[in-house]
């Protein structure tokens, strides 16, 4: 069992930056591929940021690249999401989620991850 937990929501200025954690405990974090999904209030949940086992891929979603950076520090069982020039519309509850499975994966969809935060508020007003 991996239970994550996400942190550093709030209520920010269009422009402005935030830093979003996730910190997981249980059974071997070092091995899990991390994402971040978001949603907004009547949507579908979609796709963020991700980053593989190791580090060494990342996969963004095209609104947020450029200003959005995934990164895992796996000695603090922790995930990381930077967000800068943030924009009203990245207005969501974001969430983390881990995928314990192995072999290919451009881990972009939700049924790709077992495990899943409860989530935490974002919101850029303008």
């Known amino acids: 069992q991996v239970q994550l937990v996400e942190s550093g929501g709030g209520l920010v200025q269009a422009g402005g930056s935030l830093t979003l954690s996730c910190a997981a405990s249980?059974?071997?974090?070092?091995?899990?591929?991390m994402g971040w999904f978001r949603q907004a209030p009547g949507k579908e949940r979609e796709f963020v940021a991700a980053i593989s086992w190791s580090g060494g891929r990342t996969y963004y979603a095209d609104s947020v690249k450029g200003r959005f950076t995934i990164s895992r520090d796996n000695a603090k069982n922790t995930v990381y999401l930077q967000m800068n020039s943030l924009k009203p519309e990245d207005t969501a509850v974001y969430y983390c989620?881990?995928?314990?499975?192995?072999?290919?994966?451009?881990?972009?969809?939700?049924?790709?991850?077992?495990?899943w935060g409860r989530g935490t508020q974002v919101t850029v007003s303008s």
């Open positions: 989620a881990a995928r314990a499975r192995t072999g290919s994966s451009h881990l972009q969809a939700v049924y790709e991850y077992d495990y």
């Open positions: 249980g059974r071997t974090f070092s091995s899990y591929s």
